[in-house]
Structure formats: C-alpha cells, structure tokens
C-alpha cells in the first residue's frame, strides 16, 4: 500500500513550486543542487521533497536493475494474463448440468461458454446471463416465457435452444445447440464479402426470420454479432431476448449496446412488428457489401438522429459491382416507414433470390461509378503492369484495387508499418520519414506484391495489438517494421519481417550506412522480403536504380529536408524547401532530383508572374533531363510546364506518358497525366486514369482531393462530394479539399454548404485563386453584394500588379457578366501558366459556345469541341442559380 | 505447452483490446469532425480505457482470491505473478489518483505515455501542450510516483 500524504498538501500553488524547484535543480549539476534549494527554497519540508523526488529520479536516470523500466512500458504480457486471469475467475467449473470447457465470448447479455452435456452427450452453447439481468425477477419471468415460445423453434436456420434454468446461485442461463463457424461479425471484419456470399447469407438470415414470424416470434436484435456462420449456412442466435433484456437494461439503467442496427420505430421504442427485423437486416445486407453501416455517426444522440432522419449513401455508389436491384432492395429494407418496407420476410426473401438468379456480369460496368469506402481502401495492387494505353483493363483493374477480397492471393500480400526513430529523433524525423517513403516506393513497385493502407494500418496497430491482430484485420501474409538510429551523418536502420500466421519473426536485418544509403537499404530490403514472401520481383526496376549515380550524401541530405518541407504546402515549408533545394545543387551539381526540386518549388511560388517563375524553372528542367533521361519526375515537371506555359500539348503527353511509364507506383504520375487529359477533353481517360490511381496508391487526401476534381469535372457531382467528405474526415486541414467540395456543392445545388466550404479554402483549386473561387460561389448563389466587393477588388488589384486572368474570369461568370468575363478570358491564350481547363471546368459551360472563346480556345491550341464529350454531358453541367 | 496457452491469452486480450480500440476509432471515425489532433485525443481515450480495463481486472482478481474458491484455469506457475501484478496495477492507479489530485496533468501524462504507449508528441498533441512540458511533467510525474511506491515521506 503506499504511503498517503497529510491533506494539506493538496493546493496548486504548492505544486507549481515544486515543478519550478524540480526543474530548475534538474538543470543545475548535482553538486550545486543543495545550495540552490537553500537558496530558492525557504520551506523546508518542501525542500525535503524536492530533495528526495531528484534522488528518485537519479535513480530512475541511471540503470540500475532497482529501476529498470519503472513505467517504461505496459508489460503486455502480464497484463494478458490478468485479463484473462480475472475472467477466467469468473468462469464457473458447470452451469447446470453441463460441464463447461471454456468461454466462447461475451455478449451484451451475459457470456457464453462451450460446454458438454454429460447426459445426452454432447456439445452445446450455454449462455450465463448477467448478475443484474438474472436479478430482475419480473424480468426474467416474462423471459423464461418468451424463450420457452422461441425453443419451439425448430428451423435450421435458427439456433435450437435446448434448455432455459437457474443455476444453483440464481443465474439465468440458456443451453442452445453448439456450432462450429465464426459470427457474421468475424468475417465482416475481414472485409466486404463477395456479393453472391452476401446475398445467400441475407437469404438465410430471411428464412429464419421468416420461420419465425410465423410463429409471431420478432428477434429485435438482429445484428452480424447474432449471426453464426457454420457449415451449413448462416444460423440466427438471441431470439426474443433482445426484448426482455431490453426491458430489464433500460429499467436498470444499463446501455443495450450500439443503435446501429435498431430500427426507427425501435429507437422510439413503439410500433415494433416484424418488420423491425427487416430493417436490421438491411443493415447486416448493406454492411456485408459495402464493409461499412449505413449510418457512421458517432454514437448515442448523433446516431439515433442519423437513423430517424438520414438517408443512407447507396450500396451501389460505394460498389460499382452491386446491381442496381439488390441496391434497391437494401433501399427498401432501409425505408423509414416500416409501411414501405417489405411486408414479410418471405416478400424479401423472393427479391433476394430473383436478383441472385439475375446477377450481372462481375466486370465493372463501363463508366459506372465508384467511391472510396471509408475502411475498404485497404489493399494497394501494384498494378504497375497495366499502363495508360488499354482503357478496359485500367477499369477492371481498377474495381479489383478499389474492393479486395481477401480470398484471393493472401500469400504475396504486406502491412509495412511506418520506420519509428530512435534515440533523439526531433531534428532527424524527416530521415525516419524518407526511409519508410523508400522502402513503401520499392515495395509497391512490385506487382506480385499487395502492400496494406498506411492509414489503417495506424489505426489497426495504436493500443498495443499485436502482428497478428493487425494482420487479421489488414488480411495481409505479413509485416514489416523497423527502426532508425541517426548519429552524425549515418543511420542505423533495422528492420524485421514478421509473419501474420503465429507473429513468428521471418527476416531481420541492420544497416549501419551513411544517411544517404536510403535508396540503397530500401532496395535490399526489398529484395530480401519479396524472396521471403516468394514473390518475383520485376528485375527493370532493380537496373534502373542501379544505373542512378548515387548522390553525394550532403546533398542527399539537403535534398530529403527539403522534400520534407515541401511536403509541408505551406509558404514557409515553400521557401525552407527552395534554400535546401539550391544547396544541395551547390554540392552536388549532378544531383538531378535537386533541380526538379527546385523547379518545383519556383513553379509553387504564387506571388510572382507565371512567365516569370518558367523562365527560371526551364531550364532547371533541362538540366535534370540532361542528367537523367530516365528520372521520372524530370519528365512530369517538363510535362507539366509544356502544358502550362508553353501550351505545347503533344510535348506535354509525351513527357507525362513517358513519367508514368517510368515510375507507375508514384500517384503524381497518374494525378498529371489525368490533369492533361482533362486540359485538352479528353475527360474519360482522366478519370480512367485516376482510378487507376486509386488502386496504386493509399489514400491520402492530397490523392483523394485529385479524385475528386476530376470526377467532379466528369460531371460526377454526387461522387465527388462523397470522396471529399471522406477525405475530410482523413484530414480537414488540407485546404483544397474544400475548394473542390464546395465547387461539388454548388454543382448539386447544396448552397449553404457550398458557401461555408468555399470560405475555407486556403489554396487554389485548380487554377482559381480561393478569392475568386468564393466570389464565384457567391456570385452564383445570389449573396451578389459580396460578390461584387470581391470582384471590384481584384479589379482594383489588377490594375496595379498582376492578377491571374482566369480569376477575373470566374469572379465575373459568377455575377452572370459574361461580356466581362470575355474580356478576360481573352486575356489568357497571352498569359503563360494561367491554365485553363477550357472543356472540363463547369463555370465555362455559360461562355464555352460564344465566339469570342471559341477563339481563345483556338489560340490555345486546342480543338475546337471536346473530343468525345457527349451532348448529355453538357446538357448535365452548368450551377443552378437562386 | 504453456507457452503455447500464455500466447493464446495474449491473443484474446489484444483482440479484446484491440476491439475496444477499433470499436471507439469506428465511433470517432463516423464523426466528420475529426482531425490529426482529433486522432491524439481519441489514443489518450483509448489509454484511459486501458487503464479502466486493466484495473478492473485487478479488482476482480483481488477480490475471486480473496473469495470462494472459483475454478482457477490458469497456470499454477504463473499465480504468483499474477497476482503481483494486479496489486502493482492497485497500487500504481492510488499512487495515479494521489498525484491526480496534486497536478492532473501530469497524471494524465502518465496516463498516455505508460497506458497508451503513446510517444511525447502525440501526448503533446493529446493535452494541448508542449512537447517540453510533457517532457518535463513525465520526469517530475515519473519520480514522484516512484516514490509513492516505495512508501512516501521518509
């Protein structure tokens, strides 16, 4: 026990001393700390203390066995075996007559245990209801009746109950026939099931619900966790209990657990019938497709809300591969009005069937729809073979990417965790970051090889989980982690590769290089992994590195911290980047990367005149090529500038399809190369391409904003809204998002929402400064006032410096002045780097049949209608107007 | 063989853990509110709950000792570890609410970084503070806890 101290102790003030007191001797060498307290400290007892806690810390500072890993770290071990001590306390040794052999789980009612029966012989289920439930008398009363009535069901989708009784200290249990399978649940947690599994699954759940209403038995509780997957079909467990215990839980106060599956009229608790259980079906339908509920929020208020009164994303729009009719029958089993719902179990079941006799052909459909499910974004096909050329083959590799199954290949498939750093990591983080980019690069460039999502990935290990669970739950055969050492120019990297199946170790190695041996180390172990993992790996990356002349290590250095700081998008990280980048050319002159660096970050610099920033980044471009025709990102950035500045559209495809063909894992490949498309019309290539893009890389929501401009430019306003918003809930701060969700907004007509998104925009969106984005919105929303201040002000602005033309233009088109907007548009063919995305940008739709712009586009170079974009296309664009 | 079974245990409470964790990421996951710092907050919840969890069971290990003999499934080597382990944890949480009641922000400082593994900044991010002063707060919490533990005021 330990010692308490006298209350007096307990004041703030007296605290806040100690803090000072303890810091400050911390700072000052042990020989002088006496005299510092003497002189500091005029309490004595609080200088005692002090005294005695910096002794307890120089013996936790030094490594004594006495101290060694006092509150270092949670023994995990240990604290398994408590856990699973104090449980097993509570296990009882029979429970009426059945011996019990172990725990099966824990539900919301009670726990359930494996048990033999010794006079029939044999295995059942026993479930032990809870100390509280078996208390209520009145409670269990009525239980023991309804569990009586659901006993006479004997149906083989329903789990038979064998026996209802007390135990010999009054606790209420049910012996039920025990099956071996896993619950719904377990395999839900592995990911979307394959939509014929789905479908039977539902089918069986149906027919047991409608055995059982028959005998006017409603389940309540019908949910993935009361679903039992065994050898002979789904099996629904917890009939009618769900009602009792329901009762008697709200009457002693306690949670029935999530509202997820609850109906509305459940959630109100009045109007329950059978058609309740279709409702929650739905829900069990639904999450077994699209791998996620229908209703996300975050529980309690917030969720009964969502389930009263909002309507559900379509199954079919989170999977393109579901048919539209079985969409429409989750619908309807989701109708808010039980009146509207199927009026019987039998009713569903015949639409199940009939659309499982009618499933379509599993290719995606061409053209059709698609978005990111918030957890079904977890597997990365290195789909590096398939590239840019053959459209249908992009596509269907495509919705492979974008929905895994996990049946299929577990074997070369790879959770690789983020390199962690140690020892004083602060200024050398951007090193630790770079190694993990390295090691991600070369493992996704290998196409045999399906490298898990980083992001759930965190998430999956946070909490102590171990290799196993991560990878049970990422579906991965294996995974890879590894730490970072840095001192004085070198690094010590090890790594280790572990095994899902038992956590065994497969692989381990250290490095001990030079910092800039990062490239190097991540191909080795590269190498080793895809040996160990039995997967080939392509030898034409393996000898385009090698032919890469390596850089010297201080520049390599300076050129990793300014990646670093560019990938900060801020104007500060901008500028740091620039220094870095200028020198690490300064030592090493024949660093290709550095001078792409550099370019890149003069072409983000916004203040100054496009032409301007060309002229100085042109040449760096040049250079690059120069000493490096097979860099990758030499040819985006020569790409990217052919198209903005120099409008030289052939120059540009050239180089961008030459980038992608290079360095088919980098998602700025895919993410250029669609953005030149949409420039020149060619609209259903870039968005084939950005979902390829999808499948290639993990979700970040730089990516997912690009995903969603070019769906939004291919009219796709409902999509696009839905990738954004997910992407918010990835990251709110990235600024672009919002300039392309609320541009989505205002496409759908959602003005509200639209407007508050266009306020946060901090960065351009695709060419339109975020003033002249915001004064477009409101121009077009009716908040005219507004909008003409912004506009006369950069009117004003650009009499005086330079102003972006299309600005001007979108800010006019807003206000509905077109011959004014004209004016400027005329202004761009002249006006280098001010891009303007003539066919896919919606604004344009008011001016883009006028002959004035006909002629601007003429001037650009570019034909004169899009090639390939449909009438309806068109006719489906355009912002409503107040 | 028992090394065998000790892992297994160890698999059931990760999952266990790892399903409070998940469970809670879900709830915080569907709220569009969430950011980077949001992803802090939500770990410092979720070693909150760990040390719920794993006081509880001390608790309840406690008290089946000290009680009827309930049918003990594990192994008989490993009693005596647990049960030290679970006074440790008692003590540790008094010794936790003792300093809580002095400067709660150290105490939950200690929250995150022992029961939530969590690194300085994330801690950092989780409390609004500083890394320096989670730094700072982790020595001093550090010691004095440690020194509660071994009995206080000499």
């Known amino acids: 026990m330990i010692a308490h101290r006298s209350s007096d102790d307990g004041d703030a003030g007296r605290w806040a001393q100690l803090e000072q007191l303890f810091a400050a001797a911390l700072d000052t060498p042990p020989e002088q700390r006496d005299a510092l307290l003497e002189s500091d400290c005029a309490d004595v007892t609080l200088r005692a203390e002090v005294r005695r806690l910096l002794a307890r810390h120089d013996v936790l500072a030094s490594s004594s066995d006495q101290s060694e890993g006092f509150l270092a770290s949670l023994d995990i071990g240990r604290a398994a075996q408590l856990l699973d001590a104090a449980s097993s306390a509570d296990t009882p040794r029979s429970i009426g007559r059945y011996e019990v052999v172990r725990r099966l789980g824990r539900g919301a009612t009670g726990v359930v245990y494996l048990a033999h029966d010794p006079l029939l012989e044999r295995d059942v289920a026993v479930k032990l209801l809870s100390a509280d439930l078996s208390a209520d008398h009145v409670g269990t009363l009525r239980f023991e009746q309804e569990a009586r009535t659901a006993s006479a069901l004997d149906h083989p989708r329903v789990v038979t109950i064998y026996e209802i009784g007390r135990t010999d200290d009054e606790r209420l249990f049910i012996a039920m026939a025990f099956h071996e399978g896993k619950t719904l649940r377990e395999r839900i947690a592995e990911g979307p099931l394959p939509i014929d599994a789905a479908v039977r699954i539902a089918s069986e759940i149906a027919e047991g619900l409608e055995a059982a209403h028959a005998r006017r038995i409603i389940h309540r509780d019908v949910k993935p966790e009361n679903v039992l997957l065994t050898a002979r079909g789904a099996c629904i467990l917890d009939f009618g209990i769900a009602k009792i215990a329901g009762e008697t839980l709200t009457r002693t106060g306690a949670a029935l657990g999530t509202a997820a599956y609850m109906s509305p009229e459940q959630t109100r608790g009045a109007g329950i019938d059978e058609r309740t259980d279709l409702w929650s079906l739905g829900v069990v339908l639904y999450e077994m497709l699209a791998g996620d509920r229908p209703f996300r929020s975050a529980g309690g208020e917030a969720l009964v809300y969502a389930v009263r009164h909002d309507t559900p994303l379509a199954v079919d729009v989170k999977r393109p591969e579901v048919p539209r009719s079985l969409a429409a029958i989750v619908a309807r089993c989701l109708e808010k009005e039980p009146s509207r719902r199927y009026a019987s179990a039998s009713e569903l079941l015949h639409s199940l069937r009939s659309s499982a006799a009618a499933t379509p052909d599993r290719r995606v459909r061409e053209g059709r729809r698609w978005i990111i499910g918030a957890m079904t974004l977890l597997a990365i096909c290195a789909a590096g073979a398939a590239v840019a050329s053959r459209r249908d083959d992009l596509v269907r590799l495509t919705a492979r990417g974008v929905t895994p199954t996990l049946s299929s290949g577990r074997a070369g498939s790879i959770a690789l965790m983020p390199f962690t750093s140690v020892g004083d990591a602060g200024k050398h983080g951007y090193l630790t970051e770079g190694m993990t980019s390295e090691v991600m690069l070369q493992l996704a460039s290998v196409p045999q090889l399906r490298v898990a999502d980083p992001v759930a990935l965190l998430i999956a290990s946070k909490g102590g989980a171990d290799v196993r669970t991560i990878a049970a739950r990422l579906g991965t055969a294996a995974l890879l982690r590894g730490t970072v050492r840095h001192a004085d120019g070198r690094m010590l990297v090890t790594a280790e590769l572990l095994e899902s199946e038992h956590g065994k170790r497969l692989w381990s190695r250290s490095y001990d290089r030079p910092s800039s041996d990062a490239l190097a180390i991540a191909e080795d172990i590269r190498r080793e992994v895809t040996t160990e993992l039995g997967v080939a790996t392509p030898a034409q990356s393996a000898q385009r590195s090698t032919a890469r002349a390596r850089p010297d290590s201080a520049a390599y250095d300076l050129y990793l911290r300014g990646r670093f700081a560019y990938d900060q998008r801020t104007p500060a990280g901008l500028a740091e980047a620039g220094v870095y980048f200028r020198e690490a050319i300064a030592h090493d002159s024949s660093f290709a990367r550095a001078y792409i660096g550099l370019a890149d970050v003069l072409q983000s610099a916004q203040e100054s005149r496009a032409d301007e920033r060309y002229r100085r980044a042109k040449p760096l471009v040049a250079r690059a090529l120069a000493l490096d025709s097979t860099l990758a990102e030499a040819h985006r950035s020569a790409g990217w500038m052919a198209m903005w500045y120099d409008r030289d559209w052939a120059a540009a495809e050239r180089h961008l399809r030459r980038a992608l063909a290079l360095d088919p894992s980098n998602i700025w490949m895919y993410h250029s190369l669609a953005a030149y498309f949409s420039a020149v019309g060619r609209t259903e290539e870039s968005l084939a391409l950005t979902r390829q893009a999808t499948a290639i890389d993990p979700v970040s929501s730089a990516t997912a904003t690009h995903i969603g401009l070019h769906l939004f430019w291919n009219r796709r306003y409902d999509e696009a809204i839905a990738v954004l918003e997910h992407a918010l809930t990835v990251d709110t701060t990235w600024k672009r998002t919002h300039a392309v969700l609320g541009r989505a907004y205002l496409a759908v007509g959602r003005n509200d929402d639209a407007i508050r998104a266009l306020r946060r925009t901090g960065y351009e969106y695709a060419a339109f400064s975020p003033e002249a984005s915001l004064a477009y919105g409101l121009g077009v929303t009716g908040h005219t006032a507004e909008a003409r201040d912004i506009t006369d002000r950069l009117e004003q602005r650009a009499r005086g410096s330079y102003v972006r033309p299309v600005d001007l233009v979108a800010a006019h088109l807003g206000l509905g002045d077109t011959a004014r907007a004209l004016d400027w548009a005329e202004r761009i063919p002249d006006d280098r780097g001010s891009m303007i995305f003539v066919f896919s940008e919606p604004m344009y739709d008011a001016i883009r049949d006028t002959p004035r712009f006909r002629r601007v586009i003429a001037r650009l170079g570019l034909p004169a209608t899009a090639p390939r974009t449909t009438a309806q296309d068109r006719a489906r664009a355009g912002v409503t107007r107040r | ?154």
């Open chain 2, 1 to 154: 063989m028992a090394r065998r079974q000790l892992s297994r245990q160890h698999d059931r409470y990760t999952l266990q853990t790892t399903e409070l964790v998940h469970e809670a990421y879900l709830r915080l996951a569907g709220d569009p509110r969430v950011t980077q710092r949001g992803r802090a907050y939500f770990y410092a919840a979720a070693a909150r709950a760990m040390r719920q969890v794993l006081v509880d069971a001390a608790r309840r290990r406690n008290a089946t000792k000290r009680g009827s003999g309930a049918a003990a499934l594990s192994l008989d080597e490993q009693v005596g570890t647990v049960d030290a382990y679970a006074d440790q944890l008692l003590d540790l949480d008094d010794a936790l609410r003792e300093l809580e009641r002095r400067n709660a922000r150290s105490a939950r400082v200690v929250v995150c970084r022992f029961f939530g593994g969590m690194s300085v900044e994330d801690t950092a991010q989780a409390l609004g503070v500083s890394p320096r002063s989670v730094k700072s707060d982790w020595a001093l919490a550090r010691a004095w806890l440690y020194d509660a533990l071994r009995g206080g005021a000499g």
